[in-house]
């Protein structure tokens, strides 16, 4: 998209998802991050972000209130509590936000599902990492196959996942779910997370169910193969690595390698929402406010 500059943008939180966050927002020739805000000046994340380049403070949102001018983007990667203080702060401000926490506070978005009207969004959310792996394979099924039951059980990694996400499971479970029936219509779902502390870590895998009675096996597999195709756009490590039916259910299991430089391999949780926050801002038109 052609804004004839950069996007500024600033990251709130420097836990194990902002700092791989800075890392994708800084190889975007359409984002220029100004700065990444932590609460305690001796966080490891924010000694990472100084060492790319980032400014950085640990004023936590007085950072980003205090600055003489507003920022186009703020990620925010803290923890779904936190988010309601951070919007009814920033909003005032024009900021548009996209909301990495399972706060349910902004519009839910899956960009290969709805990423189309992100941009239309002062407030942007991105679900969770298990419904940026299981929307765009349900959605694209849900559109031809009449589905009685949902579920969808993430398995990460248990060093993949910090402080504020093991804070945030029932939040996450919630939002989950809520965004399964927003984006098929099947009420009748069920969300669940397992942190998994075998070693070698596990990679990120995300279990997909569906009872459909009348689903064909073959259409079924052209459509998850079709919703991986678009989704390893900008999610490489993205991938099917089973697909069935039998007896009326429909199973689909997705793996997700992260490919990121400062996360391992096994952390495809944090590779996934990361890409999604990414490609949406990308995608964002000029700034709010017609800010040049």
């Known amino acids: 998209m052609d804004r004839g500059r950069p996007l500024t943008v600033a990251v709130l939180g420097a836990g194990l998802i902002g700092v791989d966050l800075v890392t994708k927002i800084r190889r975007s020739p359409l984002l220029e991050c100004r700065l990444v805000v932590a609460r305690d000046d001796q966080a490891r994340g924010l000694r990472m972000a100084a060492a790319l380049g980032c400014r950085t403070s640990s004023k936590g949102i007085d950072a980003l209130l205090d600055s003489s001018e507003p920022y186009d983007i703020v990620f925010d990667a803290t923890n779904a509590m936190s988010h309601a203080e951070h919007w009814a702060l920033l909003q005032p401000t024009g900021t548009r936000m996209i909301d990495l926490t399972p706060s349910m506070i902004g519009t839910m978005v899956a960009p290969t599902v709805n990423g189309a009207e992100a941009g239309r969004h002062a407030n942007v959310n991105l679900i969770s990492c298990g419904g940026q792996a299981a929307l765009p394979v349900l959605h694209r099924l849900a559109r031809e196959i009449s589905a009685e039951y949902i579920e969808v059980v993430t398995t990460a990694a248990s060093r993949s996942v910090g402080r504020a996400t093991r804070m945030n499971l029932d939040e996450y479970i919630e939002t989950t779910r809520a965004a399964v029936t927003r984006f098929t219509g ?32 073959e259409r079924v597999s052209v459509l998850v193969e079709e919703a991986a ?12 690595k089973v697909c069935s039916v039998a007896d009326g259910v429909v199973f689909v299991a997705v793996e997700v390698e992260a490919t990121g430089d400062r996360i391992p391999h096994y952390a495809g949780n944090l590779d996934i929402i990361n890409a999604a926050a990414v490609h949406v801002a990308e995608r964002h038109p000029a700034p709010l406010g017609g800010r040049t």
Do not use: C, E, T, W
């Open 186 to 217: 099947v009420a009748d779902s069920k969300v669940m997370v397992n942190l998994s502390p075998a070693q070698p870590p596990s990679p990120f895998r995300v279990a997909i169910s569906l009872l459909a009675p009348a689903a064909d096996p």
């Open 229 to 240: 195709v678009a989704m390893r756009r900008f999610v490489p490590g993205y991938r099917i």
